[in-house]
């Protein structure tokens, strides 16, 4: 069985930064891409951020130049530094990996259980 869990979401003014890190865990053979989504009330889940094995990114238009991915293949963690916060970033983040358990399993998709980020002054 494989977890992702989430840490670091909270309240922060606009303009201020947060760290989040994501660390799999489980029976893993190896993780492949790895990225953060997000949801807000009343909207679609939409993607922030994703990184591959090779750590090449690739951001959600709203996130260029404020937010940085990057990742530890060492300890299975993915973390997304958020600078710069304003109130339209507020909603949950989701913490998403592509997992193979096995040497000749497929991959599978995973999700952790989201933490709240809000955006306030």
């Known amino acids: 069985q494989v977890q992702l869990v989430e840490s670091g979401g909270g309240l922060v003014q606009p303009g201020g930064s947060l760290r989040l890190s994501c660390a799999a865990s489980?029976?893993?053979?190896?993780?492949?891409?790895m990225g953060w989504y997000r949801q807000a009330p009343g909207s679609q889940r939409e993607l922030v951020a994703d990184?591959?094995?090779?750590?090449?990114?690739n951001y959600g238009d709203s996130v260029k130049g404020r937010f940085t991915i990057s990742r530890d293949n060492a300890k299975n963690t993915v973390y997304l530094q958020m600078n710069n916060l304003k109130p339209e970033d507020t909603g949950v983040y989701y913490c998403?990996?592509?997992?193979?358990?096995?040497?000749?399993?497929?991959?599978?998709?995973?999700w952790g259980q989201g933490t709240q980020v809000t955006v306030s002054s």
């Open positions: 998403n990996a592509g997992i193979r358990t096995t040497l000749w399993g497929g991959t599978a998709n995973y």
């Open positions: 990184i591959n094995r090779g750590n090449s990114t």
């Open positions: 489980g029976s893993i053979f190896r993780i492949d891409d």
